[in-house]
């Protein structure tokens, strides 16, 4: 079986080729790849080369595929498995196998299994570590979100709070309780208020901060506060430029939030969480820093008499992804507003190495068409000029300007193949 696919020879030494895959041994699968979603870490490792500590230092003359938030179906299947997995059978994948302990992972580490491939060879320890998922939905796209979605879900699950006497962390956010969601407009912070609002253990209070008002006005048209209310949960958006603490504050009666989500990593805003929480309540710093000394203060009086303390997480585990997956096939949660770019394979070395500096949210590609990387703001305007893009923008507005599954539909079926 032939496959083209995008693999990292060393420090931005990203390459699209075609070549041969071995034939499947009797604990692997053959699988087609349709999306992968472009992740940041994918430009870090990009960047890093051999240095990454998920990439083998042989990669000059054993490149890995890179890509690990994607989705499929599978093909064919090895004896060992063919008892739980079928061809024709759609499929995602939890990357971070921590197989024996390892760091191994696809889209990191492998020269056969990555999202940015057209097909790959899964491993036998992808299966062993419970890490090829199921997957139901009508589209292709949101099985990619799964990867992203989880490090939001498992956000939620890792922030932890006390009772006095005990010694016992109750693990997850405060049920009824006030959460704040700073610098959450972007695309991240969409998917953790869309998940605040639909989980099963909701806040009362949900208040969400940025700086811009044009972002703040977007996500109140995607997830408006009407939706949070049918669901009984109070949502607030408020632009909390040149604005001090108290505009936050006064939305809980001076008590303070339980859960502070910060969604990026900007000094004032980290201590702006630590200074809005509650008695024992929990900051959770989601965004992750590229500069390895970045620091913010915290206050340690609140630390020791009112319990204070922090959380984090780097990405969710595979109960957190199935979790995604089964809400978003149950049409609980819709993280396609994530997505701001769509593109196809070819467009993936430039999007990779470019990430930092593309504005928007995530870069969806489909990795058998041809496709420069496009912007969903961008399909009206070029479809002045062609008509997949005409057809792609009015789909698209049908569904207030989101991507969605008759979107992929009709790219699959109409742009040219790879």
């Keep these: 079986m ?25 604990d692997e699968i053959l699988a087609h790849i349709i ?6 870490s994918t430009f870090k490792a990009a960047e890093q080369g051999a240095d990454h500590k998920r990439v083998p230092n042989d990669i000059a003359e054993n490149p890995i595929i890179v890509g690990h938030e994607f989705c499929g179906e599978i093909v064919q299947v090895g004896a060992k498995w063919a008892h739980q997995f079928k061809a024709g059978q759609k499929f995602s994948i939890q990357p971070a196998l921590n197989y024996k302990g390892s760091l ?3 889209g990191y580490s492998y020269r056969y299994i990555g999202g940015d491939a057209t097909y790959v060879v899964i491993p036998n320890e992808v299966m062993e570590m419970n890490c090829l998922l199921n997957y139901e939905g009508d589209a292709f796209f949101y099985g990619s979100l799964a990867e992203p979605m989880s490090c939001i ?12 006497g005990s010694y016992v962390h109750d693990m997850g956010i405060v049920e009824g309780g006030n959460l704040a969601i700073l610098a959450g407009a972007g695309p991240m912070g969409l998917g953790a208020i869309d998940y605040a609002i639909h989980c099963d253990r909701k806040p009362a209070l949900v208040v969400v901060t940025d700086v811009d008002d044009a972002r703040l006005a977007r996500a109140a048209e995607i997830l408006p506060v009407e939706e949070a209310a049918k669901n009984g949960v109070k949502l607030v958006y408020i632009n909390t430029r040149d604005k001090d603490d108290s505009c936050l504050m006064d939305l809980t009666d001076g008590k303070g939030f339980n859960d502070v989500y910060v969604y990026a990593p900007v000094k004032p805003v980290v201590e702006q969480g630590d200074r809005i929480l509650a008695k024992d ?19 340690f009086y609140n630390v020791h008499y009112n319990a204070t303390h922090l959380a984090a997480n780097s990405g969710g585990n595979t109960d957190d992804m199935i979790e995604s997956l089964q809400m978003m096939e149950k049409g609980l949660i819709n993280p396609a507003a994530m997505i701001t770019h769509i593109g196809g394979l070819n467009a993936v070395i430039d999007t990779v190495l470019n990430l930092p500096n593309i504005k928007g949210g995530k870069k969806l590609i489909y990795t058998n068409i041809d496709l420069p990387l496009t912007a969903i703001d961008d ?4 479809g002045a000029d062609n008509e997949m893009f ?21 790219l699959l079926a109409n742009a040219k193949a790879i």
Excluded at 35 to 40: G, H, L, P, Q
Excluded at 153 to 164: E, K, L, R
């Design 2 to 26: 032939k496959t083209k696919a995008v693999r990292l020879y060393g420090k931005e030494d990203l390459r699209l080729e075609e070549f041969d895959l071995p034939e499947i041994k009797d």
């Design 35 to 40: 999306s992968d979603s472009v992740c940041m």
């Design 104 to 106: 191994e992972a696809p």
């Design 153 to 164: 879900v498992g956000g939620y699950h890792a922030n932890y709070h006390t009772t006095g």
């Design 281 to 299: 309540g929990c900051l959770n710093f989601f965004a992750g820093p590229v500069d390895n000394k970045f620091s913010a203060m915290f206050n």
């Design 379 to 382: 399909f009206e305007a070029l």
């Design 390 to 410: 005409k057809e792609l923008a009015t789909i698209c507005k049908k569904h207030n300007g989101l991507w969605n599954a008759e979107a992929e539909k009709y």
